[in-house]
């Protein structure tokens, strides 16, 4: 996590946010006397209040869960501090009258938060309101045994927020939704993991983390973890956290497992700054570990529920669904809150599989008769393929540290793809029919590259097929030499006409156009390298005219090779030194 923030005063930054929050967000308003307390716009004095709140910096727990159907007021402390005796009491007195329905506190396991809610209840009470408090414990990293703290409260307090807030919606007395909440809070237990440390507004620090290490167990205000250990592989991860949550138990002292035939509900929780496409792969992970134990996973929410700042990590929660299904409707309930997200049932139907789709590629195995002229084209065209998929491999990481600078920093992983596959491939390849072969090389760069560069070669091979299979006019003329150049040509031509880049323009052309010029002039296979190389040098001084170097300023792309125009001088390369 940098230390480089969105706020306009480290000393404002709660108070902006949620001032922010406040006019996205009209069913919510904040009181006059504390701004930092967040209840519903329209009040609902009929039902149970429930509360819940604690340090800023979690969003969108705990104002963003105020609504509806959920929670009807939150106390928003300072950053990662619990708010004050006085706010917690006058978000008590905003929600619940005396002699009303009541009041449900829901808090998490924290020294300070429990202590200012204790103390505001206790007022509140002298009052002839009834509050109650549930407190929430879900964090498996820290033992049972460990001291009177006693282990924290983290993201399995939203499963919480929203069956008790489904309970009071519902019409449930205060004994109703107390029982729901503690069912809950006692069948739910989180783990977490982290790759990064968490640097407040003002606050200074630095990352206490390697480049190769991550932290397994911290807290949701940053503390450190139980463990600090080498990244692995995200599932390796998943199994770790998951792993230590079966272990952990629920209940009385932990004495029950999660075990097979249980039905779960997970959270797999974003602490801040974790992609969206990296949480999905966690989500897999986790869902994937827990089938494997032969449980039932019946929902899983993934998303942002309770942050932790921007810090790049994840939780993942396990609900211990009841047999009876209450806790499931109480999930399924409506809510106006926009920051839960509703999950579909995962168990109701079994899940689909893969929609089966009509094949829309060309029939390449249709016959055509070619004869060629070029002795051991065979073995030619295996060395070819070989030497290029060995080429992109060795130059991914160049690749993609130049891509990095000068455009999306896909090049070198794409070109990596695409050289596994076609390497993979080969053994399948007609490698006796040469524009069959170019056809089956198009299949294999589509399936595997994707991006501009896979189309733009597919376009290249399916191009140079055509142009050998017209020249053989039915398999009279036997491919030779030249026709090999003349498909090389024709390729480059339809690279040109359907990206639009000419020479000059800093892409893939400036080295595939001048290896044609070679070919058309009837050089050898090593003078089209040549010149395809020259022509992926000379990109270091252009001004890119196409491509995502267009968008990048020339003070930065200056010095560097054009990524796409060094893969095909790579390609090229390695096709002449097969022939030699």
């Given at each position: 996590?940098?230390?480089?923030?969105?706020?306009?005063?480290?000393?404002?930054?709660?108070s902006?946010a949620?001032?922010g929050?406040?006019?996205?967000?009209?069913?919510?308003?904040a009181?006059?006397?504390s701004?930092?307390v967040?209840?519903r716009s329209t009040p609902?004095?009929g039902?149970?209040?429930?509360?819940?709140?604690?340090?800023?910096g979690?969003?969108?727990?705990?104002?963003g869960?105020?609504?509806?159907g959920?929670?009807?007021?939150?106390?928003?402390?300072?950053?990662f501090?619990?708010?004050s005796?006085l706010?917690?009491?006058?978000?008590?007195?905003?929600?619940?009258?005396?002699?009303?329905?009541?009041c449900l506190?829901?808090?998490?396991?924290?020294?300070?938060?429990?202590?200012n809610?204790?103390l505001a209840?206790?007022k509140a009470?002298?009052r002839?309101?009834?509050?109650?408090?549930?407190v929430?414990?879900?964090?498996c990293?820290?033992?049972?045994e460990?001291?009177?703290?006693?282990r924290?409260?983290?993201?399995?307090a939203?499963?919480?927020?929203?069956?008790?807030?489904a309970a009071?919606?519902?019409g449930?007395?205060l004994?109703?939704?107390?029982?729901v909440a503690?069912l809950?809070?006692?069948r739910?237990?989180s783990?977490?993991?982290?790759?990064?440390s968490v640097?407040?507004?003002g606050?200074g620090g630095?990352?206490r983390l390697?480049?190769?290490?991550?932290?397994?167990?911290?807290?949701i205000?940053?503390e450190?973890?139980?463990?600090?250990?080498?990244?692995?592989?995200?599932?390796?991860?998943?199994?770790?956290?998951?792993g230590?949550i079966?272990?952990?138990?629920?209940?009385e002292?932990?004495?029950?497992?999660?075990?097979?035939?249980?039905?779960?509900a997970l959270?797999?929780?974003n602490?801040?700054?974790t992609?969206?496409f990296e949480?999905y792969?966690?989500?897999?992970?986790a869902?994937?570990?827990?089938?494997?134990?032969?449980?039932?996973v019946?929902?899983c929410?993934?998303g942002?529920?309770m942050?932790?700042?921007g810090m790049?990590?994840a939780s993942?929660?396990?609900l211990?669904?009841?047999?009876?299904?209450?806790?499931?409707?109480?999930?399924?309930?409506p809510t106006?809150?926009?920051?839960?997200?509703?999950?579909?049932?995962?168990?109701?139907?079994?899940?689909?599989?893969?929609l089966?789709m009509p094949?829309?590629?060309?029939d390449?195995k249709a016959?055509f008769?070619?004869?060629?002229?070029i002795p051991?084209?065979?073995?030619a065209a295996t060395?070819?393929?070989?030497a290029i998929?060995?080429g992109?491999?060795?130059?991914?990481?160049?690749?993609?540290?130049?891509?990095?600078?000068?455009?999306d920093?896909?090049?070198?992983?794409?070109m990596?793809?695409?050289a596994?596959a076609?390497?993979a491939?080969?053994?399948?390849?007609?490698?006796?029919?040469?524009s069959?072969?170019?056809?089956e090389m198009?299949?294999?760069?589509?399936a595997a590259?994707?991006g501009?560069?896979g189309?733009?070669?597919?376009?290249f091979?399916?191009?140079a097929a055509l142009h050998l299979?017209?020249?053989q006019?039915?398999?009279a003329?036997p491919?030779t030499?030249?026709?090999?150049?003349g498909?090389?040509?024709a390729?480059?031509?339809a690279?040109?006409?359907a990206?639009g880049?000419?020479?000059?323009?800093?892409t893939?052309?400036?080295?595939?156009?001048?290896?044609?010029?070679?070919?058309r002039?009837?050089?050898?296979?090593g003078d089209?390298?040549?010149?395809?190389r020259e022509?992926?040098?000379?990109?270091r001084e252009?001004?890119?005219?196409a491509?995502?170097?267009n968008y990048?300023?020339?003070e930065?792309?200056k010095?560097?090779p054009?990524?796409?125009?060094?893969a095909?001088?790579?390609?090229?390369e390695?096709?002449?030194g097969?022939?030699?």
């Open positions: 996590m940098s230390g480089k923030h969105f706020v306009n005063a480290p000393t404002s930054a709660v902006d949620l001032s929050l406040l006019l996205a967000t009209p069913s919510l308003r009181l006059s006397s701004p930092h967040v209840v609902t004095p039902d149970v209040a429930l509360l819940s709140g604690g340090g800023s979690h969003e969108p727990a705990h104002a869960f105020v609504g509806a959920m929670l009807h007021s939150a106390v928003c402390g300072g950053m501090a619990s708010p005796v706010e917690v009491s006058r978000s008590i007195a905003a929600i619940a009258a005396p002699g009303g329905p009541g506190m829901v808090v998490k396991n924290y020294t300070g938060d429990r202590l809610f204790t209840m206790n009470c002298g002839g309101v009834d509050v109650r408090m549930t929430v414990a879900d964090d990293a820290v033992p049972r460990q001291g009177i703290t006693g924290r409260g983290v993201a399995g939203v499963f919480v927020h929203k069956c008790a807030g009071s919606a519902g449930g007395a004994d109703e939704v107390e029982r503690g809950v809070g006692g739910v237990m783990m977490g993991c982290s790759l990064g640097a407040l507004p606050a630095g990352e390697g480049k190769d290490q991550m932290e397994v167990g911290m807290g205000h940053g450190q973890g139980a463990s600090r250990e080498k990244i692995r592989p995200c599932k390796e991860i998943v199994k770790e956290i998951c230590q079966v272990d952990y138990g629920y209940g002292g932990g004495r029950t497992k999660i075990k097979k035939g249980d039905k779960l959270l797999v929780n602490l801040g700054a992609s969206v949480m792969i966690i989500a897999r992970d869902i994937e570990y827990f089938k494997g134990l032969g449980c039932k019946d929902r929410y993934v942002s529920f942050t932790s700042f790049h990590g993942v929660s396990a211990v669904l009841d047999e009876a299904g209450e806790i499931a409707e109480l999930l399924d309930a106006e809150c926009k920051a839960w997200q509703m999950a579909e049932s995962l168990s109701a139907t079994p899940p689909p599989g893969p089966p094949d829309t590629t060309p390449n016959p008769k070619e004869s060629v002229a051991d084209f065979a073995a060395a070819a393929v070989t998929a060995a992109l491999s060795a130059a991914e990481a160049e690749l993609t540290e130049n891509d990095k600078v000068v455009g920093g896909d090049c070198g992983i794409t990596k793809r695409g596994d076609l390497l491939a080969v053994p399948g390849y007609s490698l006796s029919a040469p069959q072969l170019f056809l198009a299949d294999t760069v589509s590259m994707g501009t560069s189309a733009l070669f597919e376009i091979c399916r191009s299979r017209a020249a006019a039915g398999g003329a491919v030499g030249a026709a090999l150049a498909a090389l040509c390729g480059a031509d690279v040109r006409a990206g880049a000419r020479v000059g323009y800093r893939m052309v400036d080295a595939l156009e001048p290896a044609a010029a070679a070919a002039a009837g050089g050898s296979p089209a390298a040549r010149a395809a022509g992926a040098e000379s990109t252009m001004r890119a005219l491509g995502r170097s990048v300023p020339f930065r792309v010095g560097i054009d990524p796409g125009a060094v095909v001088a790579i390609i090229i390695a096709i002449a097969s022939c030699a």
